[in-house]
């Protein structure tokens, strides 16, 4: 039987749209609504309303005509589902746009919408624009992520716990270390996108990038408004137009794709260190399961990590976009749009998700001391042969440590009746080697210099305000 969803015209709108269903890592956030259509739309007008203004300032519009075209320029005069499906026609939604913002500007105004500029223009800068002001909510979770991992980092710089490699036990180490890891790889991402976020330009290059059509408004240098352009649009100023030059965009992309992977590392340390098995680690709050009362389960590292495998992917459609032919390429500028959207607001996402997991995370000192003692002192091998090596060649102290090692395995005997059976080490010297938590290492001085580290400053860009009180 046919269902009424499945009656509805390919052009009839589904209720709200892609509202996040599918994608709780983002649903709700900053990020999203920083990124949805109702923000692209408004980032249009800006850079429309921008252009005009530009244009006035150097002389090749008349007075007033910046301040009509910007007091038009709201989102919420413009139908975006109707723009989306005129979309269709000239393939990208710039050009329905420029005809709704031209009818609704005043009859002396209207000459100078969108004059001398070409559709790409006019998305590029509104992307740029939806990427800065996402930026800044991400930088601000990345901000919190780290001053919460800080703290953990401190609180346990000499908190013991085991140190896993290839899944297995290895040596000692502590939990400060980790969250100190944790830190330096938030410090990281958020360096590289702040970095990604102050190069994005501004773009003004005409029909195919030499701004002819400007130098044939009036006598004025098209290069001064294009720098005129970038400084109302508060974008960087580029050196050439870059409709095929895309190394911003995959810029951008590559520090959204490391933002992601360094959030995912900290993702799974948690997913494994809270399983049942391990419980080192919990959620402030887990998340229920529909079938089983008595689960808690990591939600937020879950969808973090989602993302973490989704983002290569996504970046490497942005990277694909760097081989654009002649001057103005077909597909391959139109494949970045609904890629770095969805980049961005997963990222957003996933910095939100790992801001609420670090400040909420929950650490067991007593479960990480128990976990060192699981394999009867193997964990300090590498200290017991240290030890050894004091009264014995290395050689004959590495063949007396495999026997006490494989005493243990084959037969179960513990490894402190053989040593102390079979070495020199007195009772105080096994004591002290076969103790994990004496072990660290160097953890406790390396957590002390790597919270030494602070977070590069913003730049203006990120903290000053958007350009439209309408913008997200």
């Given amino acids: 039987m046919t269902s009424p969803s499945e009656l509805n015209e390919p052009n009839e709108p589904c209720d709200g749209y892609d509202v996040g269903l ?16 109702t923000a692209f739309l408004q980032a249009m007008l800006d850079a429309e309303a921008a252009l005009t203004r530009a244009q006035e300032a150097v002389g090749l519009a008349p007075a007033g005509a910046g301040t009509a075209v910007t007091a038009v320029a709201r989102a919420g005069r413009f139908d975006v589902r109707d723009l989306a499906l005129r979309a269709r026609a000239g393939g990208n939604p710039v050009i329905p746009l420029v005809a709704d913002l031209t009818g609704a500007v005043p009859a002396d105004v209207r000459p100078w919408v969108h004059r001398g500029a070409t559709s790409q223009d006019i998305l590029d800068t509104a992307t740029a624009l939806v990427a800065r002001r996402t930026l800044r909510h991400i930088l601000d979770d990345l901000d919190r992520t780290a001053a919460a991992l800080a703290r953990l980092a401190a609180e346990h710089r000499c908190t013991p716990m085991p140190g896993r490699t290839l899944t ?15 830190r330096s790889l938030a410090l990281d991402a958020r360096d590289r996108l702040a970095a990604a976020g102050d190069r994005l330009p501004a773009q003004l290059g005409g029909a195919a990038g030499t701004l002819a059509a400007f130098q044939a408004i009036g006598p004025v240098d098209p290069l001064a408004l294009a720098d005129a352009f970038a400084a109302e649009t508060g974008l960087a100023a580029p050196d050439l137009p870059w409709h095929v030059l895309r190394t911003p965009v995959a810029d951008l992309g590559s520090a959204l794709a490391v933002t992601a ?10 997913l494994q260190l809270t399983r049942t098995e391990t419980g080192e680690l919990a959620e402030g709050s887990g998340g229920g399961s529909s079938a089983m009362p008595h689960k808690a389960n990591p939600v937020r590292a879950t969808l973090i990590a989602a993302t973490a495998r989704q983002l290569p992917a996504l970046a490497a459609v942005l990277f694909g976009s760097l081989a654009a032919e002649d001057e103005r390429p077909a597909g391959a500028w139109h494949a970045e749009w609904q890629t770095l959207r969805e980049a961005l607001r997963l990222t957003g996402g996933a910095a939100r998700a790992a801001a609420e ?3 909420g995370l929950r650490v067991f000192p007593e479960r990480m001391r128990s976990d060192l003692d699981l394999t009867d002192g193997l964990i300090v091998s590498e200290q017991l042969l240290s030890g050894l090596t004091v009264h014995l060649d290395r050689s004959r102290a590495g063949e007396l440590l495999s026997e006490a090692i494989g005493a243990r395995t084959a037969h179960g005997t513990p490894l402190r009746r053989t040593l102390s ?9 096994l004591d002290e080697l076969m103790d994990p938590a004496a072990c660290p290492g160097s953890a406790p001085a390396l957590v002390d210099r790597a919270l030494k580290r602070t977070a590069a400053p913003s730049s203006p860009r990120h903290s000053s305000p958007p350009a439209s009180k309408d913008s997200p």
């Fill in 168 to 182: 297995q036990h290895a040596v000692p180490t502590t939990f400060g270390l980790k969250a100190a890891g944790w």
């Fill in 421 to 429: 059976e079979r070495s020199p080490l007195t009772a105080d010297e």
């Fill in 357 to 359: 997991l670090a400040e």
């Fill in 22 to 37: 599918l994608s709780p890592v983002r649903a709700g956030s900053r990020a999203e609504a920083a990124t949805g259509d």
């Fill in 261 to 270: 992977g360094a959030l995912g590392k900290l993702a799974a340390d948690v």
